[in-house]
């Protein structure tokens, strides 16, 4: 059984899918504890549902692209068999997951969206480094910033995965400035892109089941 935490329709606020309505289901439990963390709330509350039912309830959302989130969804056994069958359902699938477990259980049709974590985070040394050769051409990474130190870190990481593959840079609200963090790219003409969070801008930063 899955722990679900919720399902609910929103715009999708990160990835290049940012902007597309898109249909979420966050799972309960992490693996991390990184600092700027802003889903824990989901750490403990769930109710349990068969992947059938997730699938169902989903797919009755009626949009084309949906996202598995927590949490980490890569901590539940049954993940790899919500997201083939939503792929077997013509979806297009994301998957959000923090980089500290192995991604090859993946459907190969599923987009995973996949963090690296900074020092900034504490969770550095989680980071199964691994990932970043198991990356399939649709895949996606993300780094977290909380200063310059984490933006020298994930330059120096990212120049690993840049051939042709979406990279990621999004600065951690009340943290970074996305000004003095755009300002930095610019200067080292990183072939990264700038994410903002789009969700938190359209809402509230607190506001959740968005």
Not at 178 to 203: E, G
Request: glycine share 8%.
């Amino acid at each position: 059984m899955l722990k679900v935490h919720e399902i609910f329709a929103s715009i999708q606020g990160e990835s290049s899918f940012a902007g597309w309505p898109c249909g979420f289901l966050r799972l309960s439990g992490c693996n991390l504890a990184c600092s700027w963390c802003d889903t824990r709330y989901a750490g403990d509350s769930f109710a349990d549902m068969a992947v059938a039912d997730a699938v169902a309830a989903l797919m009755a959302l009626g949009l084309p692209l949906v996202e598995i989130t927590g949490g980490e969804p890569l901590l539940a056994p049954e993940t790899p068999h919500l997201v083939a069958a939503l792929a077997d359902a013509g979806l297009t699938v994301l998957v959000e997951t923090n980089g500290s477990l192995d991604i090859r259980g993946l459907d190969a049709r599923a987009v995973a969206v996949m963090d690296v974590k900074c020092p900034g985070s504490g969770m550095e040394g989680r980071n199964d480094y691994a990932n970043l050769d198991r990356l399939r051409p649709r895949d996606e990474v993300k780094f977290v910033l909380t200063d310059r130190a984490d933006y020298d870190f994930a330059r120096e990481i990212a120049a690993r995965v840049w051939t042709g593959r979406m990279v990621h840079f999004s600065p951690v609200p009340g943290l970074l400035d996305p000004a003095r963090l755009a300002a930095w790219m610019l200067a080292d003409t990183v072939r990264a892109r700038l994410s903002l969070q789009l969700h938190k801008y359209i809402w509230s930063p607190d506001a959740r089941g968005v």
